[in-house]
T-cell receptor
């Protein structure tokens, strides 16, 4: 089964508007971490935001916020006031802590975000 | 923040040759590093976990003899693509786990290596 599911291969958003990128996950581990990364055309992976499974509040980092719904196993990324520089691939990832491989990450298939001027 | 470098950033080679990609943690020690492969417009696929001082752990479906991993020191892991073929052309990314005690337990990614096999 897929550990991380991103159902939106591509998204368009008007500059200055907010956009939500969907992510659902699957794990039986009670302790896990959820991450969002941005990958521009250069290929580098840029860390955006983190949500721990035991965190009570939704994570926020500047214009990024994570809508964490634990019961639904969803961790959607909200980007407010989109900028042209936000155009990139966005990956949702999950860290599990299995016994033999700590910090093992699973990535979703990604969402290509295009911000229109 | 912690920095991970990769070398080379881009390599073009002939079919049948072997290519070595280096991953270095520049300002911290990494007993574990991860190697990912990414096809164009696709997600990152974990290939293997590189462990300093012991054998790498490969994900299911990844050929151990094809993708040789050596974690020579606490700051260096290498991935060697042996007898490369065009289907091995891809973007290879390494990462190292964040330092113990960091709240996010994140990973620090290298900038990636684009391999093209002619």
């Amino acid at each position: 089964a897929q550990k991380i599911t991103q159902t939106q291969p591509g998204m368009f958003v008007q500059e200055k508007e907010a956009v939500t990128l969907d992510c659902t996950y699957d794990t039986s581990d009670p302790s896990y971490g959820l991450f969002w990364y941005k990958q521009p055309s250069s290929g580098e992976m840029i860390f955006l935001i983190y949500q721990g499974s035991y965190d009570q509040q939704n994570a926020t980092e500047g214009r990024y916020s994570l809508n964490f719904q634990k019961a639904r196993k969803s961790a959607n990324l909200v980007i407010s006031a989109s900028q042209l520089g936000d155009s990139a691939m966005y990956f949702c990832a999950m860290r599990e802590v299995p016994v033999y491989n700590f910090n093992k990450f699973y990535f979703g298939s990604g969402t290509k975000l295009n911000v229109k001027p | 923040g912690a920095v991970v470098s990769q070398h080379p950033s881009r390599v073009i080679c002939k079919s049948g040759t072997s290519v070595k990609i280096e991953c270095r943690s520049l300002d911290f020690q990494a007993t574990t590093m991860f190697w990912y492969r990414q096809f164009p417009k696709k997600s990152l696929m974990l290939m293997a976990t590189s462990n300093e001082g012991s054998k790498a752990t490969y994900e299911q479906g990844v050929e151990k003899d094809k993708f040789l991993i050596n974690h020579a020191s606490l700051t260096l892991s290498t991935l060697t693509v042996t007898s490369a073929h065009p289907e091995d052309s891809s973007f290879y990314i390494c990462s190292a786990p964040g330092l113990a005690g960091e709240g996010t337990d994140t990973q620090y990614f290298g900038p990636g290596t684009r391999l093209t096999v002619l």
